[in-house]
């Protein structure tokens, strides 16, 4: 799942970042022909001769640069023009790009979608969906049901893989396990001061943010529990399995990252207990100094990729598909970002 995290001011040195996806490696050039920087901009608008996408590297640029061809031709072939890709260093670069007109598309976590639209009037259009969803929900797993179920925990298939996990509080059923938020999360009630409980990455929604905005809505200051902080869901997972810590938080369902062959009972004695509101997944977002009718289009046509090349969209983002945003799960983005900035 893609993380955000953004202080108040977005560094522009970051834009330094910025390096060409072209085979050659050339540097960002400025689009001149056609584009405008007035804010509102019309459908009779020319368009630019040149759009630059921007995404984030993996842990190898060089497959990313030429992985990202396919996505970048099949955009410019559909629509006369030419669509170069770059690779930022991180998130907060691909939104300063937007910002700057460096540019005009970004692909991103929900969080740079929300600040995006924030600072430099973009649109997010698009989210990610994997799994079958476009949201996902953090959920919260212990090794004491005794005291965090309200009921007897129950078997539940984990349908992204098969595997047969405890749920308890209504979370999960049999074959019902869609992992829909919120349920039972107020459960946390009964984490008490003292408590060691398994926090991610600061910068995780899954992991750290949704946990403490939740906390936080129950009265309970994350000062008050004794932090076990520790990176990577699976991690996370057995530090409450190893007994570390009594209470953790990932995304769902985490435990599904462990290998079954070397932990057999993971899912009799972590049991997850409740799932928070749906945060969502990260997606695409247009630059506002793009026209009105070139965002539709774009937008229709990245849309329809997992049709035209499904291979290669799982290749990239490890996703099935692009949907329509939904303001109000970028809202919550949002309403963590304003939360968590400067930490």
């Known amino acids: 799942m893609r993380n955000s995290h953004f202080a108040s001011a977005l560094a522009v040195a970051a834009l330094a970042t910025l390096a060409g996806c072209s085979s050659d490696a050339d540097p960002i050039e400025e689009t001149t022909a056609g584009t405008t920087s007035d ?40 629509l006369g023009l030419t669509v170069e890709g770059v690779v930022t260093k991180d998130y907060q670069a691909a939104v300063e790009a937007i910002g700057s007109g460096q540019a005009h598309i970004a692909i991103a976590d929900a969080g740079s979608l929300a600040a995006a639209e924030d600072l430099y009037g973009a649109h997010a259009v698009l989210q990610d969906v994997r799994f ?43 074959d019902d396990n869609s992992g829909v938020g919120p349920v039972g999360f107020d459960a946390l009630s009964k984490i008490e001061p003292g408590t060691t409980v398994a926090f991610g990455n600061t910068t995780s929604p899954a992991g750290y943010q949704l946990p403490v905005l939740a906390l936080e809505e129950l009265g309970l200051s994350i000062d008050d529990v004794e932090q076990v902080p520790v990176t990577g869901n699976d991690t996370l997972i057995m530090a409450v399995y190893n007994g570390d810590a009594e209470v953790g938080f990932a995304y769902w369902d985490a435990r599904s990252a ?15 207990f409740g799932l928070s509101e749906m945060y969502p997944n990260g997606g695409v977002v247009l630059s506002d100094e793009l026209p009105e009718d070139l965002r539709t289009e774009i937008t229709n046509l990245m849309d329809d990729y997992s049709e035209v090349d499904p291979e290669t969209l799982e ?11 939904d303001p109000a799960a970028i809202d919550l983005a949002r309403e963590v970002n304003a939360r968590f900035s400067g930490e």
């Open 132 to 174: 079958g969803a476009s949201q996902y929900a953090a959920q919260a797993f212990t090794n004491n049901p005794d005291k965090y179920c309200d009921d007897e925990p129950v078997e539940a298939t984990y349908p992204a893989t098969g595997q047969t996990f405890l749920y308890c509080n209504g979370v999960a059923s049999g």
């Open 315 to 325: 290749a990239l983002f490890s996703q099935t598909d692009w949907v329509p945003a």
């Open 39 to 78: 804010a509102a901009v019309s459908e009779d608008v020319e368009w630019p001769s040149e759009i630059t996408l921007a995404l984030i590297p993996n842990e190898n640029v060089t497959d990313l640069v030429t992985s990202v061809a396919p996505l970048t031709d099949y955009l410019s072939e559909e």
């Open 258 to 272: 462990i290998d079954e062959s070397e932990v057999p009972d993971l899912g009799e004695k972590v049991v997850v």
